[in-house]
């Protein structure tokens, strides 16, 4: 009975709630790549660009990524991870809504950056989530079965872009990403609780910034970071 207990106090969250609130919007944030990619030779017909110029433009999706793995986890902390997710959430059906209304190879960059911003920032909140409720076996659990949501999204994204293939109605394919992705916002902001930050957020920025930027002197973090990349560089 008292190990009942203190597991129940260690662990206050249930684990399938929380694991579920944390996979889905990074499952949705990811399918636009897979949306798109079904209409590039339809995307280069309309804007008069080549196939290598809608490629850049779903590359471009990725560059947040890059960018906020580094040092998004802990401006996310600082935030809080609930309002972290609902903004990047956010962030990335605005994204869409873009990407619909894009007249030019411009515009489709511009828009999938935004929708990679939103993705970076809630691929980063996923673990982010996960580490701050969750602990041993459920912990281990949650991660492991979070990791697939790259393939998952993208997967996703296909399965979404086949019944507007045919018509090659790419705007409204787009749109209704958009529409999911509004409602995991509505998910996260009934179903997510508030999760305490580390308190980090008391610190001085440059003492933030110098704590995230110290992964860059943990070897095996680095390792594991390339080992994650690679495969998915094979993959694009």
């Not at 440059?206 to 560089?233: C, H, K, T, W």
Request: charged share 10%.
């Amino acid at each position: 009975l008292c190990c009942v207990k203190q597991r129940a106090a260690t662990q206050p969250y249930n684990t399938l709630k929380i694991t579920a609130l944390a996979y889905a919007p990074a499952v949705v944030a990811m399918m636009p790549i897979g949306v798109l990619v079904p209409f590039i030779d339809r995307l280069s017909s309309e804007f008069g660009a080549g196939r290598a110029q809608i490629g850049i433009a779903i590359a471009l999706f990725s560059i947040p990524s890059a960018v906020l793995a580094t040092v998004g986890g802990g401006f996310i902390d600082s935030y809080g991870l609930r309002r972290s997710m609902l903004l990047a959430a956010c962030i990335s059906a605005a994204g869409s809504l873009l990407a619909s209304r894009s007249h030019s190879v411009l515009e489709l960059d511009g828009s999938m950056l935004v929708a990679g911003l939103g993705f970076g920032a809630l691929c980063v909140g996923l673990p982010c989530v996960i580490m701050a409720t969750l602990h041993d076996g459920a912990r281990i659990r949650a991660l492991s079965f979070a990791s697939t949501f790259a393939p998952t999204g993208y997967a996703a994204g296909l399965l979404l872009a086949v019944p507007f293939t045919t018509s090659g109605a790419w705007r409204l394919a787009v749109l209704a990403h958009g529409a999911l992705m509004t409602v995991v916002i509505f998910a996260l902001a009934i179903g997510m609780p508030r999760i305490a930050s580390s308190g980090r957020s008391s610190q001085a920025l440059v003492r933030r910034v110098a704590d995230m930027l110290s992964i860059f002197r943990e070897p095996r973090a680095l390792r594991l970071g390339i080992a994650v990349a690679l495969p998915n560089a094979l993959s694009y």
